[in-house]
């Protein structure tokens, strides 16, 4: 049997927001059994439960909202925190928007580290896939299927010679997701960077907290060679976080994203023959390396 886990102490750090650009302090607080995850906006006082019905806008990153108050990139923590086992912990925030840090998941499974984890006295159930589902749109898509562990089989296609295509399968564990996955940072192409400022968007970004793609290369240097599929399964973590329990099945995607990824955990929940909880004989294990950010081998 394997219980529910919080952080042992509080810890906290400080850092950008990628849209706003300003500054944002971010705590992550011990909580009790059943609290889930949960984003406390100190700025305004209310709390976003990190759910799938909370969910609002998915277009660059994936935002939650409450009786009217959203919280924003919050998938880079919620896949940290999925990733490791973190069941329950409140997550104060004095502003809109998750500090972006350097783009990856790696400073905050740093600070996962630091806090430690306390299990509590409350078994945690897995939710377990029993038949498959899957969203398709356009040439995109993203499956839901049985498995005995949680896996994800990745794929993107950009229309970018540097991009047309990259695979990964993995399988997540606590030390998988540090060594292979957390380090992997967001990316995004220089000719689409204009737009997104125009609408007010990646204010914060810069080459310290995401890779930039030009037309005929990388504007900085890689962690791994195919760092962007690693940063889709990243992404895609954080997102099946807010299933609320950890997941016993495979996600297969193609060219998929936040928006798909989310459609894809909702029809799972919203057909009531393709799962069930089950109680779950481990917990990830919190290894001891930390993640390496050290660029790849040239
Ligand atoms: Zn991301």
Redesign the pocket.
């Known amino acids: 049997m394997s219980y529910r886990r919080t952080l042992r102490q509080e810890v906290g750090c400080t850092g950008i927001g990628l849209h706003s650009g300003r500054p944002v302090q971010l705590r992550l607080r011990p909580a009790p059994a059943e609290h889930g995850v949960r984003f406390r906006r100190v700025d305004v006082g209310v709390e976003i439960a990190a759910t799938l019905g909370n969910l609002s806008r998915q277009d660059h ?1 994936t935002t939650l909202c409450q009786d009217g108050v959203s919280v924003d990139t919050v ?2 923590l919620l896949s940290a925190l999925y990733a490791l086992g973190v069941d329950d912990v409140l997550v104060e925030v004095d502003g809109p928007e998750i500090p972006i840090l350097d783009g990856s998941a790696a400073p905050f499974v740093i600070l996962i580290h630091e806090a430690g984890l306390r299990p509590l006295q409350v078994a945690r159930q897995h939710l377990k896939v029993l038949k498959s589902v899957e969203v398709t749109r356009g040439g995109k898509w993203a499956r839901l299927c049985p498995a005995e562990h949680f896996e994800i089989d990745y794929a993107i296609g950009f229309d970018h010679p540097l991009l047309r295509h990259q695979a990964m399968t993995f399988r997540v564990s606590g030390r998988s997701f540090t060594e292979m996955v957390a380090p992997a940072r ?1 990316f995004g192409f220089l000719r689409e960077v204009e737009t997104l400022r125009r609408n007010g968007l990646a204010l914060g970004g810069s080459l310290e907290n995401a890779v930039v793609i030009g037309e005929s290369g990388v504007l900085n240097k890689l962690r791994y060679e195919d760092e962007f599929v690693r ?1 889709k399964v ?2 895609a973590i954080g997102d099946l976080a807010l299933l609320g329990h950890p997941l016993i099945g495979r996600l297969e995607a193609s060219k998929a994203g936040h928006a798909l990824h989310a459609a894809v955990a909702q029809k799972l929940l919203a057909t009531p023959d393709a799962w069930e909880l089950v109680a779950g004989s481990s917990a990830p294990r919190l290894d001891p390396a930390l993640p390496s950010l050290r660029p790849a081998e040239a």
């Open positions: 990153a998938e880079h967001t940063h990243l992404d």
